[in-house]
């Protein structure tokens, strides 16, 4: 099993930054890739990017892109997402998760999730 922790939410001005931190721990070993997740009230939970563990190719949903940065620090199994520029629209909670898919039913491991609201 891998474990999965969040941290780095909570509130930011429309246009500010925030980055959000996923820690893994467990059978890290066996990762192929990992992605953001985010889901708002009453939505279903949204992509937002994935990366490949091994190469560091980089995938994001077209409404993130060139506002996003997701990143990952192999040695300490860590997983990042920068977001710049940030809209009123962002506001979720952000999950992240083991695979390498735009569909959430692909990943078999999740984060608590970590609360991210942007006000205008």
């Known amino acids: 099993q891998v474990q999965l922790v969040e941290s780095g939410g909570g509130l930011v001005q429309a246009g500010g930054s925030l980055r959000l931190s996923c820690a893994a721990s467990g059978r890290t070993y066996s990762l192929y890739g990992m992605g953001w997740f985010r889901q708002a009230p009453g939505k279903e939970r949204e992509f937002v990017a994935c990366?490949?563990?091994?190469?560091?190719?980089?995938y994001y949903a077209d409404s993130v892109k060139g506002r996003f940065t997701i990143s990952k620090n192999n040695a300490k199994n860590t997983l990042y997402l920068q977001m710049n520029s940030m809209k009123p629209e962002d506001t979720a909670v952000y999950y992240c998760?083991?695979?390498?898919?735009?569909?959430?039913?692909?990943?078999?491991?999740w984060g608590q999730g970590t609360q991210v609201t942007v006000s205008s």
């Open positions: 990366i490949i563990w091994s190469t560091g190719t980089t």
């Open positions: 998760g083991t695979g390498i898919s735009t569909l959430a039913r692909d990943y078999d491991y």
